[in-house]
């Protein structure tokens, strides 16, 4: 012991006692004779560390041994390497590395702050030190564990999205210079919209909670799990193969379901899907098997029973996943430099045949003119880069409303649009940029999308509503949704798919369920609007049945350009 301790030991009566005193807070002090290498330590100090007999820390050497070789400083350099010379005063050191210490034949790690001064002969050489070694092991875990917090989902206390997927980048390279395998769950709380909207955000929140904890309580020791989304987690899976994946994902799944979860509004089962898939077989960077598990993820939630799904490769698939790729990586090209351009279809009042407003549609602007935007949106809906068009799109119809004044337009968003906040503030910024611009624009959602999350699409189609936006439903028939739908949305305007508009004069089906739908509409209080009107029969039978509006190349195609200024009457179309 030092000098200085043993004095001060002395000065109190408490030289028996130091010892028990030093053990109590994790402390055990040295005095090592670098010359002959021995060390001279305090009372019990090897049952302060952990280590089994003193003679396995009497000399320099065999306290080096403790070390673990995995240290990223080496104690002796650290100690002795600084280009320092003693005073007489000896020089000051300070460092903490980790000890490897069994008990019990397991073999831990633990970690040290060594804090002392070594003491120069008639050379400058260390010939003695003398220090304090204290225990910091709970120290580092406990900042360790603030440091993870930090970069932490604040409502669950999982990893954030960056985090987790560095911890998959890390896992999947471990598995490669192992030549073993991992593993990524997608998991993804179906209808919290409508949770939301029935119970409030607290209760949403609550449920999420519960989802995570119980999926936790099934994760093997070393997985971790992170939040990806608004909706969806992430576990990765180390030292995982394809059987195991299959078994973890059923322990997940089982744990959900198998009772409702408690919050303060009473007892909410939670719907989950989950895709999973392994690496590096069938991904070899951590973007591929997330893009792998999500496709399984999806698969999942297609099919009626739900639950969970596990990638396999499938020719079929792969192709259009090639296809959508590619696709995909040109639309993101044309939008970065500005290829992107709007067409402009009149919709016409049946009353008159005057356009009552313009759909805006999309194109993509090519070497051989421009091209219709309709073949990249479901490989970009596919690959979750939809928003950027729709972005764009508002960006454009903005412009548009503000050089013309007294023009209406109408845009068509994605299902993944309508959950987009970024979308949603872009809005806001313009319609304060440009006042009076929102009163003249449409949104149309498509059916499909709609009831695909109908509380989430309501939610929307009210929040649009209120900045004055009038909304649509597209493509009304492909899905077979029922007013009672359509009166929970509240939309103002639906449109007729074009599919019955095109048959209408030699199907009776098709014809008999137009009717019902105009008939209906004035009930439950939204306007129609007849697709693809290709022909002035067609437009002839649809005036008669009620329609309000109509849209389609009879009454013109969609063209480039701005609208002329004031949109004439249509040539005589008599109906």
Same mark, same amino acid.
């Given at each position: 012991?030092?000098?200085?301790?043993?004095?001060?030991?002395?000065?109190?009566?408490?030289?028996?006692?130091?010892?028990?005193?030093?053990?109590?807070?994790?402390?055990?002090? /040295?005095?090592?004779?670098?010359?002959?290498?021995?060390?001279?330590?305090?009372?019990?100090?090897?049952?302060?560390?952990?280590?089994?007999?003193?003679?396995?820390?009497?000399?320099?050497?065999?306290?080096?041994?403790?070390?673990?070789?995995?240290?990223?400083?080496?104690?002796?350099?650290?100690?002795?390497?600084?280009?320092?010379?003693?005073?007489?005063?000896?020089?000051?050191?300070?460092?903490?590395?980790?000890?490897?210490?069994?008990?019990?034949?397991?073999?831990?790690?633990?970690?040290?702050?060594?804090?002392?001064?070594?003491?120069?002969?008639?050379?400058?050489?260390?010939?003695?030190?003398?220090?304090?070694?204290?225990?910091?092991?709970?120290?580092?875990?406990?900042?360790?564990?603030?440091?993870?917090?930090?970069?932490?989902?604040?409502?669950?206390?999982?990893?954030?999205?960056?985090?987790?997927?560095?911890?998959?980048?890390?896992?999947?390279?471990?598995?490669?210079?192992?030549?073993?395998?991992?593993?990524?769950?997608?998991?993804?709380?179906?209808?919290?919209?409508?949770?939301?909207?029935?119970?409030?955000?607290?209760?949403?929140?609550?449920?999420?909670?519960?989802?995570?904890?119980?999926?936790?309580?099934?994760?093997?020791?070393?997985?971790?799990?992170?939040?990806?989304?608004?909706?969806?987690?992430?576990?990765?899976?180390?030292?995982?193969?394809?059987?195991?994946?299959?078994?973890?994902?059923?322990?997940?799944?089982?744990?959900?379901?198998?009772?409702?979860?408690?919050?303060?509004?009473?007892?909410?089962?939670?719907?989950?899907?989950?895709?999973?898939?392994?690496?590096?077989? /069938?991904?070899?960077?951590?973007?591929?098997?997330?893009?792998?598990?999500?496709?399984?993820?999806?698969?999942?939630?297609?099919?009626?029973?739900?639950?969970?799904?596990?990638?396999?490769?499938?020719?079929?698939?792969?192709?259009?996943?090639?296809?959508?790729?590619?696709?995909?990586?040109?639309?993101?090209?044309?939008?970065?430099?500005?290829?992107?351009?709007?067409?402009?279809?009149?919709?016409?009042?049946?009353?008159?045949?005057?356009?009552?407003? /313009?759909?805006?549609?999309?194109?993509?602007?090519?070497?051989?003119?421009?091209?219709?935007?309709?073949?990249?949106?479901?490989?970009?809906?596919?690959?979750?880069?939809?928003?950027?068009?729709?972005?764009?799109?508002?960006?454009?119809?903005?412009?548009?409303?503000?050089?013309?004044?007294?023009?209406?337009?109408?845009?068509?968003?994605?299902?993944?649009?309508?959950?987009?906040?970024?979308?949603?503030?872009?809005?806001?910024?313009?319609?304060?940029?440009?006042?009076?611009?929102?009163?003249?624009?449409?949104?149309?959602?498509?059916?499909?999308?709609?009831?695909?999350?109908?509380?989430?699409?309501?939610?929307?189609?009210?929040?649009?509503?209120?900045?004055?936006?009038?909304?649509?439903?597209?493509?009304?028939?492909?899905?077979?949704?029922?007013?009672?739908?359509?009166?929970?949305?509240?939309?103002?305007?639906?449109?007729?798919?074009?599919?019955?508009?095109?048959?209408?004069?030699?199907?009776?089906?098709?014809?008999?369920?137009?009717?019902?739908?105009?008939?209906?509409?004035?009930?439950?209080?939204?306007?129609?609007?007849?697709?693809?009107?290709?022909?002035?029969?067609?437009?002839?039978?649809?005036?008669?049945?009620?329609?309000?509006?109509?849209?389609?190349?009879?009454?013109?195609?969609?063209?480039?350009?701005?609208?002329?200024?004031?949109?004439?009457?249509?040539?005589?179309?008599?109906?």
């Amino acid at each position: 012991m030092t000098e200085f301790t043993a004095a001060l030991a002395s000065a109190h009566g408490l030289t028996q006692r130091l010892p028990v005193l030093l053990s109590a807070f994790g402390e055990a002090v /040295y005095a090592w004779n670098i010359v002959d290498d021995a060390i001279e330590w305090s009372s019990g100090a090897h049952a302060v560390l952990g280590v089994q007999s003193p003679e396995l820390m009497a000399t320099g050497a065999a306290y080096a041994q403790l070390v673990d070789p995995d240290a990223m400083v080496a104690r002796h350099s650290a100690i002795f390497g600084a280009a320092l010379a003693d005073s007489g005063e000896g020089v000051r050191y300070e460092i903490v590395y980790p000890l490897r210490v069994s008990q019990g034949g397991i073999s831990r790690r633990i970690w040290v702050e060594d804090i002392g001064r070594w003491f120069g002969g008639p050379g400058g050489k260390p010939i003695r030190a003398e220090g304090i070694l204290r225990l910091v092991t709970e120290r580092l875990e406990a900042e360790q564990r603030r440091a993870v917090l930090s970069r932490a989902d604040p409502l669950t206390g999982t990893l954030d999205r960056t985090r987790i997927l560095e911890v998959l980048d890390d896992i999947l390279s471990e598995a490669k210079r192992i030549q073993g395998s991992c593993g990524l769950v997608f998991v993804s709380i179906e209808g919290l919209g409508a949770i939301n909207d029935a119970y409030g955000i607290e209760v949403s929140d609550q449920l999420i909670e519960g989802v995570v904890k119980r999926v936790r309580s099934r994760m093997r020791s070393g997985d971790a799990i992170g939040r990806y989304s608004t909706t969806s987690f992430v576990v990765v899976l180390a030292n995982c193969k394809a059987g195991d994946l299959e078994v973890a994902m059923r322990r997940y799944l089982d744990a959900v379901r198998e009772a409702p979860v408690e919050t303060t509004s009473g007892s909410i089962s939670a719907q989950v899907v989950l895709g999973g898939a392994t690496a590096p077989r /069938y991904a070899r960077t951590a973007g591929e098997l997330m893009m792998r598990a999500r496709e399984a993820m999806i698969e999942a939630r297609g099919r009626r029973s739900g639950g969970c799904c596990v990638y396999v490769p499938n020719p079929e698939r792969e192709e259009r996943r090639r296809l959508d790729f590619t696709l995909t990586q040109d639309l993101i090209t044309a939008l970065n430099e500005r290829r992107l351009s709007l067409a402009f279809q009149p919709v016409v009042r049946a009353v008159d045949q005057e356009a009552a407003w /313009y759909e805006a549609l999309a194109r993509i602007e090519t070497p051989n003119g421009a091209e219709s935007i309709q073949r990249y949106i479901q490989p970009a809906e596919r690959l979750g880069v939809i928003s950027m068009l729709d972005l764009r799109v508002l960006e454009l119809a903005f412009t548009v409303l503000d050089q013309r004044h007294d023009l209406r337009i109408a845009i068509n968003v994605s299902a993944q649009t309508i959950e987009d906040p970024e979308w949603r503030t872009l809005l806001a910024s313009l319609s304060v940029l440009i006042p009076g611009a929102a009163e003249r624009l449409m949104i149309e959602i498509t059916e499909t999308a709609a009831i695909d999350d109908l509380l989430q699409s309501a939610t929307f189609v009210r929040e649009m509503q209120q900045s004055g936006i009038r909304m649509a439903i597209d493509d009304f028939g492909a899905g077979q949704t029922s007013f009672r739908v359509m009166r929970q949305l509240g939309v103002d305007l639906v449109k007729i798919d074009g599919g019955f508009v095109r048959d209408l004069l030699s199907s009776t089906d098709d014809r008999a369920f137009i009717k019902a739908i105009i008939g209906l509409a004035g009930d439950v209080g939204f306007e129609t609007v007849a697709e693809c009107v290709d022909d002035a029969d067609i437009a002839r039978e649809l005036i008669a049945l009620g329609i309000d509006y109509l849209q389609g190349n009879y009454f013109g195609e969609a063209l480039m350009g701005l609208p002329v200024k004031e949109a004439p009457r249509l040539q005589a179309r008599s109906a």
